[in-house]
C-alpha cells in the first residue's frame, strides 16, 4: 500500500513570495491533516480535513494560509506571502475517519530567506 | 485543553545502554497515546501505541504502558543500538479534539557505538 506522498521535499524562497505545497493521502483516508513543524519542537496542527471538509483550522495564520482539498483525495497548502518565521518542515498525515493512528509523509522543509 | 509533556534533550547513550524517556500528560478526555519516530531527514513513523489504561505498546524492543494513575507514557528500551538515534516524540489523540494529535516537544536520543 503506498504512503502519504508530498511534494516538493525542499523549498527556498524569499520572503514575501508564494509557495506551495501538495499532498497525496493514502487511499481510502477521509482526514487529512497539515501540521507544521518548527525546528526543535513537535508538530503543530494547521488544519484538518474530514473529505473535502474543513473539521479544524483554528491555528491556521489566515491572513497568509489557506489550503484546500478539492474532491476530497489531494490537498494543496499555500503560503502567501512568506515570511521568516514559516521556515519549517510542512507535514501532511491522513488516517481513517474517527481513529486516532495518521500517517505521516515525509514532510516538506520550507526555507524562507 | 489537551498537552504533552516530555523529557528534554539530547540524550546521549552508549550502545547496548537502557534507555528511558519519560511522557506525561493533560488530557480532558480519554485518549490514545503514542510514541513517535523521526530519523534524520524523514517523516514521522508510529513506533508504538496504547489507547486505554494499562495497555502496553511494544516493537523493535521499545515498550510504553499507559498509566493512568501518574498520567504517562514513558518510553523503554532494554539496549539501544546505533541505529536507534533519532528523535522521538509521545503524541496523544482523542474523540474530544476530534482525533487530532498533540505532540510533546522531542526527545534527541544519540546512541554511540
Known amino acids: 500500500e503506498a504512503g502519504v506522498a508530498q511534494s516538493p521535499r525542499y523549498k527556498i524562497i524569499e520572503k514575501r513570495q508564494s509557495v506551495a505545497f501538495w499532498c497525496n493521502p493514502i487511499?481510502?483516508?477521509?482526514?487529512l491533516y497539515w501540521y507544521q513543524q518548527i525546528l526543535g519542537q513537535g508538530p503543530k496542527l494547521l488544519i484538518q480535513?474530514?473529505?473535502?471538509?474543513?473539521?479544524?483550522d483554528s491555528q491556521l495564520p489566515k491572513d497568509r494560509f489557506s489550503a484546500e482539498r478539492l474532491k476530497g483525495v489531494d490537498s494543496t497548502l499555500k503560503i502567501q506571502p512568506a515570511k521568516l518565521e514559516d521556515s519549517a518542515v510542512y507535514l501532511c498525515a491522513s488516517s481513517v475517519s474517527g481513529t486516532t493512528e495518521a500517517f505521516f509523509g515525509q514532510g516538506t522543509r520550507l526555507t524562507v530567506v | 485543553g489537551n498537552s504533552v509533556t516530555q523529557m528534554e534533550g539530547p540524550v546521549t547513550l552508549s550502545e547496548e545502554a537502557f534507555l528511558t524517556i519519560n511522557c506525561t500528560y493533560t488530557?480532558?478526555?480519554?485518549?490514545?497515546l503514542f510514541w513517535y519516530v523521526q530519523y534524520p531527514g524523514e517523516g514521522l513513523q508510529l513506533l508504538l501505541k496504547a489507547t486505554k489504561a494499562d495497555d502496553k505498546g511494544s516493537n523493535k524492543g521499545f515498550e510504553a504502558t499507559y498509566r493512568k494513575e501518574t498520567t504517562s507514557f514513558h518510553l523503554e528500551k532494554g539496549s539501544v543500538q546505533v541505529s536507534d538515534s533519532a528523535v522521538y516524540f509521545c503524541?496523544?489523540?482523542?474523540?474530544?479534539?476530534?482525533?487530532?494529535?498533540?505532540f510533546g516537544k522531542g526527545t534527541l536520543l544519540t546512541v554511540n557505538p
Open positions: 488530557a480532558t478526555g480519554y485518549p490514545s
Open positions: 503524541a496523544l489523540s482523542d474523540r474530544s479534539s476530534n482525533y487530532k494529535l498533540t
Open positions: 480535513f474530514q473529505n473535502n471538509g474543513v473539521v479544524d
Open positions: 487511499s481510502g483516508h477521509a482526514t
